[in-house]
Nanobody, 124 residues
Framework: QVQLVESGGGLVQAGGSLRLSCAAS????????MGWFRQAPGKEREFVAA????????VYADSVKGRFLISRDNAKNTVYLQMNSLKHEDTAVYYC?????????????????WGQGTQVTVSS
């Protein structure tokens, strides 16, 4: 059974920073690509960032490019999302997810495993 547990969410002022973590267990974490998605109230879940199995390839949504950084530590079975210059519109529940290939994936339908989500609220 694969488990993904996010942490690090909270309330932050616009312009501030947060770092989300996602701890994985139950499978060989280092073999698979990972991603972060978010869902704001009343909106559909959207792609934020993805990282390949080795960390050598990353992809970002245009809305977060240059502000967010996805990384991973395979020795700790953890993927991170460093969020800088946060904006009110970044407010959402953030989910980490894992898929079954080594590369980067942008579609939520390609991810088979999801965490429970962590709330990020950015006050304006």
């Amino acid at each position: 059974q694969v488990q993904l547990v996010e942490s690090g969410g909270g309330l932050v002022q616009a312009g501030g920073s947060l770092r989300l973590s996602c701890a994985a267990s139950g499978r060989t974490f280092s073999l698979y690509g990972m991603g972060w998605f978010r869902q704001a109230p009343g909106k559909e879940r959207e792609f934020v960032a993805a990282i390949s199995w080795s960390g050598g390839s990353t992809v970002y949504a245009d809305s977060v490019k240059g502000r967010f950084l996805i990384s991973r530590d395979n020795a700790k079975n953890t993927v991170y999302l460093q969020m800088n210059s946060l904006k009110h519109e970044d407010t959402a529940v953030y989910y980490c997810a894992s898929h079954t290939s080594r590369g980067t994936r942008l579609s939520e339908y390609e991810y088979g495993y999801w965490g429970q989500g962590t709330q990020v609220t950015v006050s304006s």
